[in-house]
């Protein structure tokens, strides 16, 4: 499947924390770069994540805010 | 000002198109990782965005989905 | 590839109106009952989405508000 | 109240899975066609939805997401 | 229609601003205060916003970020 | 740190409801006008958010609908 969103980042998941409906899932997406993700438990357990895998951060463009210090 | 979008990935603006509303920014994030990000032009005109600036790529954790093969 | 996002429901392409930066894409998800996706161009072009194409229209579970009259 | 979101589906409440911050709502918006929807227990509560209840599932353009196989 | 987002501010219409996709939407929720917002143009058309008219500004709880100096 | 959402108004911490995961933030935006913001406990946590402490609601124009009566 080929999805509209812009951004797909190769990733490795580094830790999931499930919680009772919601399970938080740390990526890494290059040497030291982590994105964290927060998804429905349920997704997480169908994709069967855990430590070690490939996997994609997949977010829109307009999800991502840009900043300046 | 500290927000509380989970990430904040500092990277190296590489292009901004201006389009009548909205501006696509592209913004590398690791060397060869980039993310392209879609904000109104007039966010992008305060920003004062432009090539090479430093920048941070600000996402929410429940806006990163996770995708596997 | 497959999405954390809950709702990925089977679609056939009914409409396809490109802007200058979005593309505006109708969705029949089941007979007469239509969704609307507002999507980047890019991504529509990517996705070669032309009329009568199979489809999913993809959602986060988050991003459904319920409403009652 | 009309709203400005583009996609308001007419759906039929199916399940309603209270859990302690976030309540997860199953539509049925034509037959054999569900969407999961979470949404805070404050607005569920408010809006007392239970099964069989007529409700609209109200989402975004810029929600929708495209894919193809 | 009542809607499961958690924010429903009154507001007064100050400005309408159409593109050729989207309408810029300014709102005034407070004496001074004001919110911006970008909706598809079809949905303005459809509301029939203009300057004077009472609406409200409706914000999904998780779509409110909060930031301290 | 500026940020590309158009809205950040200045608000008072009214009420902090921490969750397992996430955590509620009454922001009061003007006298007798509350945003409810819901945001993850970590965050919450990282920004030291309490009662009278001075905040920002921050939205982005696209996560503001609009609705008539």
């Known amino acids: 499947m080929k999805v509209s969103a812009r951004n797909a980042l190769k990733a ?3 830790k999931v924390v499930p919680g ?12 030291g770069v982590e994105v964290t993700s927060v998804i429905t438990k349920a997704s997480a ?5 855990s430590e070690g895998k ?11 805010m ?3 210090d």
């Open 45 to 49: 357990d169908s994709l069967q994540l």
């Open 20 to 31: 009772s409906v919601n399970t938080e899932v740390t990526l890494e997406i290059a040497p």
């Open 12 to 14: 490795t998941v580094k």
């Open 54 to 64: 490939e996997a994609y951060a997949v977010i829109k463009a307009t999800d991502v």
């Open 66 to 68: 840009v900043a300046v």
